[in-house]
């Protein structure tokens, strides 16, 4: 028995797609073919009723919950709402998008009113198959995560976080330069003391200066790794769900990187994707940097490291909380148009003005008799030479478009191994 999967990547919607919109009836066409539907809502479902939170996810997003019809239309029956916007509204927001989401009966999971429920997964018929999807976040504030109920505390609302620890490694003048600092500016004052009372651990063979770790080596360079405690939750959560799913489906999104540049998954989430993979998913996709980065296919099974955006508009907000003013001493008499523009230089600067943002991928997986038998992917464009009121939205890429974009998956996912070749304007993944 066959099982197909579409997945689409962030999906940030401030306004209705406008009449002349087009794309997303071609869209659909191929989204509906599939058994699992999968986007990631990477915004609060609220009518601006909601405190905002004193952290957010770079900007604080929210949409009336009139949107998510409007995304019910491309298709969906399944949303991943892990990511690092899922708190910019607090416990307010988090419960206005779950509500919104349970009125739709549309499956999701990622987020729940404690961490048993944020880490759960939600399962789909898929014909005589079941598929289970878990969705988890790496790049979040500490705050936004979901914790576990401990009698009689109840447990704490908020997303399922993978959280990572980073360390530096620096030769031996680099780290003597590094306890010069300290030493000089006491920097580590406040927390060596809270070290001595125990009230914070000290990491055997590590310095730390402030927050940051390192590590005296002599190749130089960053090494980061899971938290422990996450992987062995993930781990028996991805195993007990394959006890009643035939495929399990793990959605993760991060932002971290190895280096400079987004289009590089961070050691860390290389390590998590293929942890999955060993412990049973049929596939790991990545969403979070707005750009797309390779794709590995591990043990025979895919890892989307990000496919990238499905709509773009995180410029697009009709209101922000006094916070976002005074992050960025903007007069408070601003709109929000106004004060986005104002970060944005007037959209000559940040993620709105980097076209590789508005290129993303749709992958269509086929599996059969647990194994992945064919993968297509369809270049995506979301306008970013548009105008005002088309961009954002998706579209399939023109013949053009889908070589460039294929050229630049080629480039980061050969180091992988990765085969891909070109059929028009789709990529044929090689399995």
């Given at each position: 028995?066959?099982?197909?999967?579409?997945?689409?990547?962030?999906?940030?919607?401030?306004?209705?797609?406008?009449?002349?919109?087009?794309g997303?009836?071609?869209?659909k066409?191929i989204?509906?073919?599939?058994?699992i539907?999968?986007?990631?809502?990477?915004?609060?479902?609220s009518n601006?009723?909601?405190?905002?939170?004193t952290?957010?996810?770079?900007?604080?997003?929210?949409?009336?919950?009139?949107t998510?019809?409007?995304?019910?239309?491309?298709?969906?029956?399944?949303?991943?709402?892990?990511n690092?916007?899922?708190?910019?509204y607090?416990?307010n927001g988090?419960?206005?998008?779950?509500?919104?989401?349970?009125?739709?009966?549309?499956a999701?999971?990622?987020?729940?009113?404690?961490?048993?429920?944020?880490?759960?997964?939600?399962?789909l018929?898929?014909?005589?198959?079941?598929v289970?999807?878990i969705?988890?976040?790496?790049t979040?504030?500490?705050?936004?995560?979901?914790?576990?109920?401990?009698p009689?505390i109840?447990?704490?609302?908020?997303l399922?976080?993978?959280?990572?620890?980073?360390v530096?490694?620096?030769?031996?003048?680099?780290?003597?330069?590094?306890?010069?600092i300290?030493?000089?500016?006491?920097?580590?004052g406040?927390?060596?003391?809270?070290k001595?009372?125990?009230?914070?651990?000290q990491k055997?063979?590590?310095?730390?200066?402030g927050?940051?770790?390192f590590?005296?080596?002599?190749?130089?360079?960053?090494?980061?790794?899971?938290?422990?405690?996450?992987?062995?939750?993930?781990?028996?959560?991805i195993?007990n769900?394959?006890?009643?799913?035939?495929?399990?489906?793990?959605?993760?999104h991060?932002?971290e990187?190895?280096?400079?540049?987004?289009?590089?998954?961070?050691?860390?989430l290389?390590?998590?994707?293929?942890?999955?993979?060993?412990?049973?998913?049929?596939?790991?996709?990545?969403?979070?940097?707005?750009q797309?980065?390779?794709?590995?296919i591990?043990?025979?099974?895919?890892?989307?490291?990000?496919?990238?955006?499905?709509?773009?508009?995180s410029?697009?907000?009709h209101?922000?909380p006094?916070?976002?003013?005074?992050?960025?001493?903007i007069?408070?008499?601003?709109?929000?148009?106004?004060?986005?523009?104002?970060r944005?230089?007037?959209?000559?600067?940040?993620?709105?003005c980097?076209f590789?943002?508005f290129?993303a991928?749709?992958?269509?997986?086929?599996?059969?008799d647990g194994?992945l038998?064919?993968?297509?992917?369809?270049p995506?464009?979301?306008g970013?030479?548009?105008?005002?009121?088309?961009?954002?939205?998706?579209?399939l890429?023109?013949?053009?478009?889908?070589?460039?974009?294929?050229?630049r998956?080629?480039?980061?996912?050969?180091?992988?191994?990765?085969?891909?070749s070109?059929?028009?304007?789709?990529?044929?993944?090689?399995?």
């Open positions: 028995m066959k099982v197909s999967i579409c997945a689409t990547g962030d999906s940030i919607m401030m306004n209705p797609p406008p009449r002349e919109y087009n997303g009836k071609e869209l066409k989204i509906d073919k599939a058994d539907r999968i986007n990631n809502l990477e915004m609060v479902l601006y009723d909601c405190f905002a939170s952290f957010c996810g770079g900007t604080w997003l929210t949409s009336p919950p009139e998510l019809e409007e995304l019910l239309a491309f298709g969906f029956n399944y949303f991943s709402i892990a690092n916007h899922t708190m910019d607090s416990y988090l419960e206005s998008t779950l509500a919104t989401l349970e009125k739709h009966g549309i999701f999971s990622g987020a729940g009113k404690d961490l048993a429920e944020a880490s759960r997964p939600a399962f018929e898929a014909g005589k198959s079941k289970g999807l969705s988890i976040c790496a979040n504030d500490d705050a936004a995560r979901a914790g576990y109920a401990r009689p109840p447990g704490r609302p908020g399922n976080p993978l959280r990572h620890s980073e530096y490694n620096i030769n031996s003048s680099h780290m003597n330069a590094l306890k010069e300290a030493k000089n500016t006491c920097i580590n406040r927390i060596d003391n809270s001595k009372g125990g009230y914070t651990i055997p063979g590590l310095f730390s200066l927050a940051i770790d590590k005296e080596s002599d190749v130089e360079g960053k090494t980061s790794s899971c938290n422990k405690n996450d992987m062995a939750r993930t781990k028996n959560v195993e769900a394959l006890k009643e799913a035939s495929y399990l489906v793990v959605l993760v991060s932002h990187i190895k280096g400079l540049t987004d289009d590089e998954p961070d050691y860390f290389e390590e998590f994707a293929r942890s999955c993979i060993d412990w049973g998913a049929s596939a790991v996709i990545g969403s979070g940097t707005h797309l980065k390779a794709i590995e591990y043990k025979g099974k895919p890892i989307f490291y990000s496919i990238a955006n499905f709509i773009f508009q410029d697009a907000s209101y922000m006094q916070d976002y003013y005074e992050k960025y001493d007069p408070t008499e601003y709109t929000a148009e106004q004060a986005i523009a104002i944005s230089a007037n959209g000559t600067r940040g993620l709105n980097d590789m943002n290129r991928i749709m992958p269509f997986m086929e599996f059969e194994k038998c064919r993968l297509v992917l369809y995506l464009e979301m970013f030479a548009a105008g005002p009121g088309l961009r954002g939205y998706p579209n890429a023109d013949e053009k478009t889908a070589k460039e974009i294929a050229d998956l080629v480039e980061l996912s050969t180091p992988y191994g990765t085969k891909l070109t059929r028009k304007n789709r990529i044929v993944v090689t399995i």
